[in-house]
Nanobody
Framework: QVQLVESGGGLVQPGGSLRLSCAAS???????MGWYRQAPGKERELVAS???????DYGDSVKGRFTISRDNAKNTVYLQMNSLQPEDTAVYYC???????????WGQGTQVTVSS
Protein backbone atom coordinates (compact mmCIF):
# COMPACT_ATOMS: atom_id res chain seq x y z
CA GLN A 1 0.00 0.00 0.00
CA VAL A 2 1.40 3.37 -1.04
CA GLN A 3 1.94 5.84 1.76
CA LEU A 4 2.65 9.55 1.67
CA VAL A 5 3.19 10.81 5.21
CA GLU A 6 3.27 14.55 5.79
CA SER A 7 4.86 16.18 8.81
CA GLY A 8 6.00 19.61 9.94
CA GLY A 9 2.69 21.41 10.20
CA GLY A 10 1.69 23.47 13.19
CA LEU A 11 0.91 26.92 14.50
CA VAL A 12 3.11 29.81 13.42
CA GLN A 13 2.87 33.57 13.71
CA PRO A 14 2.46 35.78 10.64
CA GLY A 15 5.80 36.33 8.98
CA GLY A 16 7.14 33.05 10.27
CA SER A 17 8.38 29.95 8.49
CA LEU A 18 7.66 26.24 8.43
CA ARG A 19 9.08 23.32 6.49
CA LEU A 20 6.76 20.49 5.57
CA SER A 21 8.05 17.03 4.74
CA CYS A 22 6.42 14.23 2.81
CA ALA A 23 7.96 10.80 3.27
CA ALA A 24 6.90 8.46 0.48
CA SER A 25 6.84 4.68 0.20
CA UNK A 26 7.33 5.04 -3.56
CA UNK A 27 10.29 6.12 -5.62
CA UNK A 28 9.57 9.83 -5.91
CA UNK A 29 11.89 10.19 -8.90
CA UNK A 30 9.22 8.35 -10.91
CA UNK A 31 6.52 10.89 -10.03
CA UNK A 32 5.54 14.49 -10.26
CA MET A 33 5.46 15.42 -6.59
CA GLY A 34 3.36 18.25 -5.33
CA TRP A 35 1.78 20.03 -2.43
CA TYR A 36 -1.83 21.12 -2.38
CA ARG A 37 -3.83 22.86 0.29
CA GLN A 38 -7.44 23.19 1.28
CA ALA A 39 -8.81 25.89 3.54
CA PRO A 40 -12.24 25.60 5.19
CA GLY A 41 -14.98 26.26 2.68
CA LYS A 42 -12.58 26.40 -0.23
CA GLU A 43 -11.51 24.04 -2.97
CA ARG A 44 -8.21 22.22 -2.86
CA GLU A 45 -5.58 24.22 -4.73
CA LEU A 46 -2.10 23.68 -6.04
CA VAL A 47 0.66 25.10 -3.88
CA ALA A 48 3.70 23.72 -5.68
CA SER A 49 4.72 20.79 -7.83
CA UNK A 50 7.94 19.57 -9.34
CA UNK A 51 9.34 16.88 -11.56
CA UNK A 52 12.50 14.89 -10.96
CA UNK A 53 13.95 16.80 -13.87
CA UNK A 54 13.72 20.03 -11.97
CA UNK A 55 10.66 21.64 -13.54
CA UNK A 56 8.61 23.36 -10.85
CA ASP A 57 5.30 25.15 -10.74
CA TYR A 58 3.85 27.33 -7.99
CA GLY A 59 0.45 28.71 -7.19
CA ASP A 60 0.32 32.46 -7.76
CA SER A 61 -0.29 33.24 -4.11
CA VAL A 62 2.89 31.51 -2.91
CA LYS A 63 5.39 32.46 -5.60
CA GLY A 64 8.51 33.95 -4.08
CA ARG A 65 7.63 32.68 -0.60
CA PHE A 66 7.44 28.89 -0.88
CA THR A 67 9.99 26.47 -2.29
CA ILE A 68 9.47 22.82 -3.19
CA SER A 69 12.39 20.44 -3.17
CA ARG A 70 13.02 16.72 -3.03
CA ASP A 71 15.58 14.20 -1.89
CA ASN A 72 15.22 11.27 -4.24
CA ALA A 73 17.54 9.10 -2.18
CA LYS A 74 15.28 9.52 0.85
CA ASN A 75 12.06 9.49 -1.18
CA THR A 76 11.09 12.69 0.59
CA VAL A 77 9.65 15.93 -0.69
CA TYR A 78 9.81 19.22 1.16
CA LEU A 79 7.93 22.48 1.15
CA GLN A 80 9.76 25.43 2.67
CA MET A 81 7.25 28.12 3.54
CA ASN A 82 8.47 31.61 4.39
CA SER A 83 6.67 34.87 5.13
CA LEU A 84 3.57 32.95 6.14
CA GLN A 85 0.31 34.85 6.28
CA PRO A 86 -3.08 34.03 7.85
CA GLU A 87 -4.44 33.25 4.39
CA ASP A 88 -1.95 30.38 4.17
CA THR A 89 -3.88 28.59 6.90
CA ALA A 90 -5.07 25.28 5.48
CA VAL A 91 -4.57 21.55 5.50
CA TYR A 92 -1.59 20.80 3.28
CA TYR A 93 -1.57 17.58 1.29
CA CYS A 94 1.28 15.78 -0.40
CA UNK A 95 0.52 14.44 -3.87
CA UNK A 96 2.29 12.03 -6.18
CA UNK A 97 1.24 11.87 -9.80
CA UNK A 98 2.39 9.72 -12.68
CA UNK A 99 1.07 10.59 -16.09
CA UNK A 100 1.58 7.09 -17.47
CA UNK A 101 -1.27 5.10 -16.09
CA UNK A 102 -2.97 8.20 -14.66
CA UNK A 103 -1.85 7.28 -11.14
CA UNK A 104 -2.34 9.70 -8.26
CA UNK A 105 -1.69 9.26 -4.55
CA TRP A 106 -2.53 11.58 -1.66
CA GLY A 107 -1.25 11.90 1.86
CA GLN A 108 -3.51 12.36 4.86
CA GLY A 109 -2.69 16.05 5.23
CA THR A 110 -1.07 18.24 7.85
CA GLN A 111 -2.60 21.34 9.38
CA VAL A 112 -0.85 24.68 9.03
CA THR A 113 -2.29 27.55 11.05
CA VAL A 114 -0.92 31.07 10.75
CA SER A 115 -2.16 33.25 13.56
CA SER A 116 -0.95 35.72 16.13
Amino acid sequence: QVQLVESGGGLVQPGGSLRLSCAASISVNMYIMGWYRQAPGKERELVASGTSGGNVDYGDSVKGRFTISRDNAKNTVYLQMNSLQPEDTAVYYCNAKRVVGAITYWGQGTQVTVSS
